[in-house]
């Protein structure tokens, strides 16, 4: 059987609250974004006319110059793009943090909660401005990249954990209507971008170690070395720990490597292999309120019984080209696939264990041309992306953690097909627009082997949506920028979303509509002397927006719902002070669900509140320097309640936790060391790190650790 769904039109009056609606898009592909992006901007800068402001700030402030390129697909300064944008630039050598998860380094990212389950069979909790937030394992409505190379797979689930730390050199997050320009789900974007190999012709060596709480150790080796004609590198990261909780050990190995070849000036090639091996993973599950409260390190006797745990093997490749046509024009491309195979147990007989066979692919190609009109530059953008994912699933009873019968046998495809066109016009010394537009299709296909004729489930669906992005920027002086956006966005179900009908009827849910939103910010950037400021406002509409239904036995249900809407602030303050250097930001997100519906905990009455998502986030950071050598720093994370369930009935306290940790740099001959320590929770606060949306089974809480220590040396020779 199969469907296709057309997205309804959301009324633009919805949006009238905001004062000024003008939009960024820049819908170039992912492809070879970072390596080609500047060279792009040089040229688009040298341009006769344009702004003298952006000149000026090029030229000065230059402890101010975080690099991004997710919100333009061009390299520039954070203060210059137009949109809610905060990188996190990365020297790994000089980290006081064990470097495993992301959420160690956007603690000061407002908009954005990447919450640490200490659940490495689940990976992190990943929301942006309110997106997200109902996922109860790995990462959805939110895209994620690698070196320009999708980490979220065409249904729009994606996953964190396979980007290595250790070799990064900057982390972006891309807030707002402009992340509607990567396509499907893409509520919020994040990129992680690696390091590039050096040009010097001396190989440079890494070798770092720690030791933590709870059993943790930590390891690394790479070496990197080249020329100006092309270099490689390689790391290798490993990271094991006993876990904060009873049954949460884990293990894990990752290996990302490089090559860069410059067969001419014109072209360059990159070359991407990436591992990650995490052989076993227990999962502690979720605590009920009450087992929460008398003691967090506990786990529930069915995470024993049926050995809950998962176990991980990706391996991926992928080529990124860049040529340059001429001095305007440029073409880009990227290649890449992989494999992905999963076994989970999960707490319960029948379909207990779950074995998926993944391969995905996908292909991109984009053209960019710059020219000028009355002297003022204008660029265009225009490509292609394509997509693919086939899994092979297979369920088995769960005997004791062994398995058992066959239970379930399909293969699951997934493929989205984009196309995509941008302009950024700079219309005059002050004001530049920018508009573009993604056409997407996506397909789902689910053959089923294991039912008879009469019984088989087989079915596939398509949707399609147009996401039209405009934007405006005003570059009022040296020291101020405004902008403001709106985009039409769309998140498809995901085909764990979709792989159950309601009422225990056979086959997918394929009359699962794609949630459709409307999305609109306004914001200032203002920076003087040693101070940086960001400030935004935004509001989110959305329609059909998908929730949770029912959940027995293992089988979860969806639908969808007429309306949520999703709305706040952010703030986040940047200064230096000589020795001393201060962060802050701050979040206010009203999540609600704006009509009524009906699930399995009962009437869920309009004006509730989003499940996963705090009112209030605050995080801050007080750095000091006492000299070249030895720095301090204390760190503050507080956020308010959060509700677990669509239904409100009960939430996880408000918390604020301080850490602190200390880095002392020597010489020892040739090599750099770097000796770090950090305390995490230095007060020894109960809390709940992240919650488990709707469990069913009440145990909705993941505690978080603790006091904890960790402390590493890092060597580069």
Not at 320 to 343: C, F, K, M, P, W
Request: aromatic letters at 8%.
């Amino acid at each position: 059987m199969a469907h296709q769904h057309s997205v309804k039109k959301i009324p633009y009056k919805t949006l009238y609250r905001l004062a000024i609606v003008y939009t960024s898009i820049l819908a170039a592909s992912e492809v070879c974004a970072e390596e080609n992006a500047s060279l792009a901007v040089s040229q688009l800068v040298d341009e006769p006319a344009i702004n003298s402001s952006v000149k000026k700030q090029q030229s000065s402030d230059t402890w101010m110059e975080d690099v991004v390129v997710t919100a333009s697909r061009a390299e520039q300064r954070q203060f210059d793009a137009p949109a809610a944008v905060n990188a996190v630039q990365m020297n790994p050598s000089y980290i006081a943090s064990p470097l495993v998860n992301v959420s160690e380094m956007t603690q000061l990212i407002p908009g954005v909660q990447i919450k640490n389950r200490q659940n490495y069979a689940q990976d992190l909790q990943l929301s942006v401005r309110g997106f997200g937030t109902r996922s109860t394992f790995g990462v959805r409505g939110v895209r994620i990249l690698v070196d320009g190379i999708p980490a979220t797979m065409p249904d729009g689930q994606g996953q964190v954990a396979t980007a290595s730390l250790t070799s990064a050199r900057r982390i972006e997050v891309l807030r707002g209507p402009l992340a509607q320009m990567y396509g499907n789900a893409a509520g919020g974007v994040l990129q992680i971008f690696t390091q590039d190999p050096p040009t010097g012709s001396k190989p440079v060596f890494s070798l770092s170690g720690g030791v933590g709480s709870d059993g943790q150790y930590q390891s690394q080796f790479s070496i990197a070395g080249g020329n100006a004609t092309g270099g490689g590198l390689i790391d290798i990261a490993r990271y094991q720990t006993e876990g904060y909780r009873d049954h949460s050990a884990a293990e894990r190995t990752q290996i990302n490597t490089k090559l860069l070849i410059h067969p001419s000036s014109a072209t360059r090639i990159t070359a991407i292999f990436n591992r990650f091996d995490q052989p076993e993973a227990q999962d502690p599950l979720g605590l009920s309120h009450t087992d929460f409260n008398n003691n967090p390190r506990q786990v529930i006797p069915n995470a024993i019984t049926f050995n809950t745990r998962k176990s991980i093997e990706q391996n991926q490749l992928g080529i990124l080209l860049e040529h340059h046509l001429s001095s305007s024009d440029s073409l880009n491309a990227r290649i890449y696939g992989g494999t992905r195979q999963v076994n989970q147990t999960l707490a319960f007989t029948t379909n207990g264990v779950v074995d998926l066979d993944r391969d995905y692919k996908g292909i991109g190609l984009n053209w960019s041309h710059k020219a000028q009109i009355k002297t003022l530059p204008i660029r265009w953008i225009a490509g292609v992306e394509i997509d693919d994912l086939k899994e092979t699933r297979k369920g088995f009873d769960n005997i004791a953690g062994n398995e058992g019968a066959l239970r379930r046998y399909e293969d699951d495809r997934a493929r989205n097909t984009d196309f995509f066109t941008q302009i950024d016009w700079t219309l005059n010394e002050r004001w530049q627009a920018i508009t573009g537009v993604r056409f997407s299709t996506v397909k789902f296909k689910v053959d089923d082997y294991f039912n008879s004729s009469a019984m088989n489930t087989s079915g596939q669906v398509k949707y399609s949506h147009t996401s039209p992005v405009l934007g405006l920027v005003w570059h009022a002086n040296d020291s101020v920028n405004v902008y403001g956006n709106i985009g039409k966005g769309f998140e498809t179900p995901t085909l764990a979303e979709s792989a159950y009908r309601p009422n225990n009827q056979p086959g997918p849910n394929f009359s699962l509509m794609p949630s459709k939103s409307i999305q609109a910010e306004l914001g200032i950037k203002m920076h003087k002397k040693n101070h940086t400021m960001d400030a935004a406002i935004f509001e989110t509409r959305s329609q059909d927006e998908i929730v949770s239904q029912a959940s027995s036995g293992g089988r979860s249900t969806f639908q969808n719902i007429e309306s949520v809407r999703r709305r706040g602030f952010e703030l986040s303050w940047k200064a230096q002070w000589k020795m001393l250097s201060t962060s802050l930001s701050y979040t206010f997100l009203d999540a609600r669900f704006t009509t009524g519906f009906i699930n399995a905990q009962g009437a869920v009455a309009a004006g509730n509140r989003l499940p996963g998502s705090s009112r209030h986030s605050i995080g801050a950071e007080a750095e000091k320097r006492f000299s070249e050598k030895i720095n301090t720093a204390v760190e503050i994370r507080a956020d308010s309640k959060v509700y677990v369930n669509d239904a409100n009935t009960d939430a996880a306290p408000g918390y604020a936790v301080v850490n602190t940790r200390a880095g002392y740099e020597f010489h020892m001959g040739d090599a750099k060391l770097f000796l770090y320590g950090r305390i995490d929770n230095i007060f020894n606060k109960n809390y709940a790190g992240s919650v488990i949306v709707n469990d069913t089974n009440q145990r909705f809480f993941e505690p978080a650790p603790k006091r904890r220590f960790f402390v590493g040396l890092r060597t580069v020779f």
